[in-house]
């Protein structure tokens, strides 16, 4: 971003939370900061599972393992500095320190939209495909669709992060949010925004149509095929297989859709916060929780590493 007053630009001040009371400051650090310990916690443990355990060797904990790892560099981009700055007066993060932040953000976030509708696909495989799942999903396919997603995600964050930062601030530092992104970003801009906010829209729901695709289709055949089953509790253990993954998606999309695709002009800067704070630290902290109490597989091997 450019200033038109030609004056030396350093960085900004992320407002975040500092218009509320002390004592809810405090609390809020708190909460975020068991948050945070859970998360890694969690996804540190999905992880190490899934690679310790021979019977986890499989492309179901392989997608899930880069799902950890994602979340895991998600929440750190944006969490332990959030608490800093709620306990301390200076809130201002550099010029290079923001364009970072908002490129790490968006390129993980990117990832975690595309590498759910894989996930989404590997359990039509299962599901649908149970005869030929080892054949579909070969582990040198796997490998390829992960990197596809991670590469997408950061072709997708570098766009869109060049964007934002083309345009002229105007002096304008004051970032009322607790991390880099780009509705409130958008509002320091000092021209006209609406070809850029087009432009950034239509990205999104570019980004968003392939795994959205994927996930219909993917969940789509699963059901057809799950009530062809005869037994009801041949049907359960067919939408148990599926049940975590749908309620990642479901937590993910919902959140990350309010943020990104609606209209600037019903954008709620504190609505916009504590959206942001959901997805940042709550669904990360609470994917590991969701696989882990639905699964079988992971709560055996949990058991056999504690013994």
Same mark, same amino acid.
């Given at each position: 971003m450019e200033q038109k007053?030609?004056?030396?630009?350093?960085?900004?001040?992320?407002?975040?939370?500092? %218009?509320?009371p002390q004592l809810e400051r405090r609390v809020l650090f708190v909460v975020l900061l068991i948050f945070y310990l859970l998360?890694?916690?969690?996804?540190?443990?999905?992880?190490?599972?899934?690679?310790? %355990?021979?019977?986890?060797?499989?492309?179901m904990y392989?997608?899930?393992?880069?799902?950890?790892?994602? %979340?895991?560099?998600?929440?750190t981009s944006t969490v332990p500095q959030l608490l800093v700055h709620l306990r301390g007066a200076d809130k201002s993060i550099s010029f290079g320190g923001c364009v970072a932040q908002l490129f790490v953000s968006l390129w993980l976030g990117s990832t975690e939209c595309i590498l759910l509708g894989v996930m989404a696909f590997d359990r039509y495989a299962a599901v649908c495909r149970p005869l030929h799942y080892t054949v579909i999903m070969h582990p040198r396919l796997c490998a390829l669709m992960a990197s596809a997603s991670w590469f997408t995600g950061f072709t997708n964050s570098s766009l869109q992060t060049v964007l934002i930062f083309l345009l002229p601030l105007c002096g304008k530092n004051k970032i009322d949010h607790f991390f880099c992104e780009i509705p409130p970003l958008l509002k320091l801009a000092c021209v006209d925004t609406t070809v850029i906010e087009?432009?950034?829209?239509?990205?999104?729901?570019?980004?968003?149509?392939?795994?959205?695709?994927l996930i219909t289709f993917s969940y789509g055949q699963i059901v057809r095929a799950v009530l062809r089953i005869k037994s009801a509790a041949g049907q359960r253990k067919a939408f148990g297989t599926c049940g975590s993954h749908f309620t990642v998606v479901s937590l993910f999309y919902g959140t990350g859709i309010y943020i990104y695709l609606q209209p600037s002009n019903n954008y709620s800067q504190d609505q916009g916060k504590f959206i942001s704070l959901f997805y940042t630290i709550v669904t990360p902290m609470v994917n590991p929780v969701i696989y882990t109490l639905r699964n079988k597989d992971v709560m055996g091997a949990m058991k056999k590493k504690t013994l």
């Open positions: 007053n030609g004056s030396s630009f350093t960085g900004f001040i992320l407002l975040g939370f500092s %218009d509320r998360t890694l916690l969690g996804n540190t443990t999905i992880i190490a599972l899934s690679r310790l %355990d021979p019977h986890l060797h499989t492309p392989f997608f899930l393992s880069n799902l950890s790892f994602l %979340d895991l560099c998600y929440t087009s432009e950034v829209f239509s990205v999104c729901v570019i980004v968003l149509l392939i795994p959205v695709a």
